[in-house]
């Protein structure tokens, strides 16, 4: 199956709460203020968010007191237009620039974190680069041991510690033999545990400095991945994580399982932080770039 048609399939959730109610109340009724009202109640309804939601039935009054949306069928086009300018298109994840290119995966236990750096690093390994995991999640229970299984997937190399060791010291071993192997692609796991505490974000900062005081440019992507059945808790854990390490990409996962895939227009209006990965299924290749356009057309079709 390509990758729309799981898109498409795994958004099915997200389009019942989103498209088809916003299609049932346009349905035989007057375009007017109370419509609008309506609309942007279930526009958050569906975990869009209520900045987005705004922002969206804003414009769609603007566009009716110009005579632009008068009946139904034009309004649905220019919600769905409405949708696709307020998706901005992150640059991918590619590596450029001086080796290693170091990604910093962050983000809570049980958002799939784990997989999708095992994804990643088989995307490119299967484009041709040499990669290296390092197993920062040094208090989880078989954390270290779940990366190695990815690592071998993925034809990855892997530094690790003993369980409970200091995650930066494995970062700065990762980097300092990452650059001795010329990799190209260093990947740094990191704990999730208990991300409203101020201990977790101290020890992410720490491995952030250890990371640039090597590498100046380093990290060059720090990536927190976000499960899209959390609605609106991925906003909170977004702001929480960005405000520590500076967060430069979103990868949203469990999108084929979720109601509220709607948050991809509240990550990008609340946060101003590019979604730059997708995950629709299992399988490798169900973790994609994620393309504005191609996800508006599956929502909508």
Known sequence: MRFFDKLKQGLAKT???LIENTEALFRGRAIDESLLEELEETLIMADVGPQAATSITTSLR????QGKALDNSNLKSALKDEIKKMLK????????????YVILTVG????GKTTTIGKLARHFTDHGFSVMLAAGDTFRAAAAEQLEIWAQRAGAQIVKHKSGADPAAVA????????AKNIDVLIIDTAGRLHTKVNLMEELKKIKRIVSKEIPSAPHEVLLVVDATSGQNAINQAQIFNKAVGVTGIALTKLDGTAKGG???????????????????????DLQDFDPAEF??????
């Open 15 to 17: 389009r019942k709460a």
């Open 62 to 65: 603007e566009k009716i007191k």
């Open 89 to 100: 298109e992150g640059q991918k994840i590619m590596c450029a620039g001086e080796k290693p």
């Open 108 to 111: 809570v236990n049980g958002v």
């Open 172 to 179: 700065f071993d990762a980097v300092a033999s990452a650059r």
């Open 263 to 285: 948050i991809i227009l509240a990550i990008n209006k609340e946060l101003n932080i590019p979604v730059k990965l997708i995950g629709v299924g299992e399988a490798v290749e």
């Open 296 to 301: 508006v057309e599956a929502l909508f079709d």
